[in-house]
């Protein structure tokens, strides 16, 4: 059943292709919402320090609607992300980008759904009862696209390592998990009656402290967070630690570590309950070298949701548990 799906995943990237290269275009645009719209925020980074050919931004899906970039237009890629297919601020902003002619890629569980309209439909899972392999999940598919614009643009061939180096994500979440065990149970033990917890990373790190902060711990945990940029926490945020102040620190391997050292140097000094986790750590053996920069903020996300996971557990609040989405009108 997996292989069948994980064939129609990369035979719609190849669809995806064609279309980029039936004619020239100058803007590319990630729109969507909530954690949707964080899945997509390596997109941008990727594509601003890889090309110059175009430019590129990312918007909240109501923002794009109501308030479109002056240089949209049909010379505009659009790409969205809605899980459950039927988000009506991505669904809106889709059709508006079709009206103006631009071409429109989409990421969604549910591609038969009001998404479905985009010109290319990405699918991938997120079923916690019935795992997928990780090749089918969110973040696999939004490198394949972006690494396909970032091929049509530059000539480069990044997408067939990238779909190699997702291939290989099963096995080192497996390997990740097997050797922390304990210490999530630990983490878990320690930190589960924390009120706050501060998350800090740099580059594409950054965006997967926003993830855990947004998406696990305010939505899904009701634990106050706010995540910070490591560039930044000198600039404010540093003056709220002491020494009982919980911060949640990762590590990359592209240009941007030495500003997550800096700040978690810091944090060693003045916190008792600072955790990190460096990618440093993983066995990447399997990837190849010229995108392990790259693919690392994926593993870092994983292993930070693993952490998540347990600390749910002790908590006696499942993830799934939510007080407002979905339950009140908004």
Same mark, same amino acid.
């Given at each position: 059943m997996f292989e069948q799906k994980i064939k129609n995943v990369k035979a719609t990237i190849e669809r995806i292709r064609a279309m980029l290269e039936s004619r020239p275009f100058d803007t590319v645009y990630f729109v969507a919402c909530g954690g949707s719209r964080a899945t997509m925020n390596p997109g941008k980074y990727i594509l601003e320090r890889e090309t110059d050919k175009i430019t590129t931004d990312i918007y909240t899906a109501k923002e794009f609607v109501q308030a479109p970039p002056k240089r949209f237009s049909e010379n505009s890629i659009v790409v969205l992300n809605s899980y459950s297919g039927t988000t009506a601020e991505t669904v809106e902003a889709c059709q508006l980008a079709k009206e103006k002619g631009a071409r429109t890629i989409a990421f969604s569980m549910f591609p038969e759904k009001a998404i479905g309209i985009a010109d290319e439909v990405v699918f991938y899972e997120d079923e916690p009862s019935n795992p997928p392999p990780n090749f089918l999940t969110i973040f696999p598919a939004v490198y394949q696209v972006v690494f396909t614009i970032l091929d049509v643009l530059e000539q480069t061939s990044y997408t067939p390592l990238i779909q190699h180096a997702m291939e290989q994500l099963d096995h080192i979440y497996a390997t990740e998990r097997a050797k922390r065990a304990e210490e999530l149970r630990a983490f878990a033990d320690k930190y589960y009656n924390e009120p706050i917890f501060y998350t800090t990373g740099a580059g594409m790190d950054y965006q997967m402290c926003y993830i855990m902060t947004v998406c696990i711990l305010l939505e899904a945990?009701? /634990?106050?967070?706010?995540? !910070?940029?490591a560039g930044e926490f000198f600039h404010g945020p540093f003056e709220v630690? *002491?020494?009982?102040?919980?911060? !949640?620190?990762?590590?990359? @391997? *592209?240009?941007?570590? %030495?500003? #997550? #050292? &800096?700040? @978690?140097e810091f944090l060693l000094r003045y916190s008792d309950k600072v955790f990190a986790i460096d990618a440093k750590d993983f066995d990447l053996s399997s990837i190849d070298e010229r995108v392990r920069k790259f693919v690392a903020p994926v593993i870092?996300? =994983?292993?930070?949701?693993?952490?998540?996971?347990?600390?749910?557990?002790? =908590?006696?609040?499942?993830? %799934? /548990? &939510? &007080?407002?989405?979905?339950?009140?009108?908004y």
């Open positions: 945990q009701w /634990i106050h967070s706010a995540a !910070f940029h630690v *002491d020494k009982n102040t919980p911060y !949640f620190c990762v590590l990359g @391997l *592209d240009e941007t570590r %030495s500003m #997550e #050292e &800096r700040a @978690l870092l996300n =994983r292993v930070m949701q693993m952490y998540g996971e347990t600390l749910a557990t002790r =908590r006696a609040h499942p993830l %799934s /548990i &939510r &007080r407002y989405m979905g339950k009140v009108k």
